[in-house]
């Protein structure tokens, strides 16, 4: 079935700093990508919407010069974190719509713990 | 502004019972997914539902679909420790293919 890999899986960074994570389709063009971002005990926040080739469709009170959105190519989508603080720190995961009329497919997560 | 509701958000089951989580939306959606979430892992999918009175079964879980009362069952039969998890319904944003997750039902089945 339809693969997305998602790295890291967990990242520790210091505060100010800025973090990367990348989600690959392993098999199969993924020309769309969902961030959602999970806090503890809490749902799936859907952050933005990227669509390779083209900007970013952040949602309404996320900030896109804070989480960078890239969509180079139809296998890889990265979400950065940037000048990193405390209050990032979450489970950040992605999505992908796979090959079927209506499947998705979730990459692993990447637990993100800013100190 | 599509909103989905699950209740209820917790659930303590006994072994070998029956219990169902239900899902509300609040306006048209052509398909509705659940999911399983264990602890510090992504989602697992379970079942995609399609049209009004879809029905689809793995296992111990059923789930089902009404589209004009815009909701949807998880019904569990016989309840057995591997299910403990966070059961998450979602459905799909027409624009965009979005999808909107409900708050989560956890799940703890005791002996």
């Known amino acids: 079935g339809a693969v997305v890999s998602q790295h890291p899986s967990w990242v520790i960074c210091k505060s100010g700093t800025s973090v990367k994570i990348e989600c690959r389709s392993l098999?199969?063009?993924?020309?769309?990508m969902f961030w959602y971002r999970q806090f503890p005990k809490q749902s799936l926040m859907l952050m933005a919407t990227?669509?390779?080739?083209?900007?970013?469709?952040?949602e309404q009170g996320v900030e896109k010069d804070k989480f960078l959105i890239n969509h180079a190519s139809l296998t890889l989508s990265t979400l950065t974190v940037t000048s990193a603080h405390p209050e990032d720190s979450s489970f950040y995961i992605c999505?992908?719509?796979?090959?079927?009329?209506?499947?998705?497919?979730f990459g692993s997560g990447t637990r993100l713990t800013v100190v | 502004e599509l909103k989905v509701e699950q209740n209820p958000l917790f659930l303590s089951m006994q072994e070998e019972k029956n219990y169902t989580i239900y899902c509300n939306y609040s306006?048209?959606?052509?398909?509705l997914y659940w999911y399983r979430q264990d602890p510090g892992k992504s989602l697992e999918s379970l079942f995609v539902?399609?049209?009004?009175?879809a029905v689809k079964q793995e296992g111990r879980l059923m789930a089902s679909l009404d589209t004009k009362a815009r909701l949807s069952t998880l019904h569990i039969t016989a309840a057995v420790h591997d299910l403990s998890a966070t059961y998450f319904c979602a459905v799909v944003k027409n624009q965009g293919g979005k999808l909107i997750f409900g708050q989560g039902t956890e799940l703890s089945v005791k002996p």
């Open positions: 990227s669509n390779e080739g083209s900007k970013a469709t952040y």
């Open positions: 539902l399609l049209s009004n009175g």
């Open positions: 999505s992908a719509r796979d090959r079927t009329a209506y499947g998705y497919t």
């Open positions: 306006t048209t959606s052509d398909r």
């Open positions: 098999d199969f063009q993924a020309t769309t």
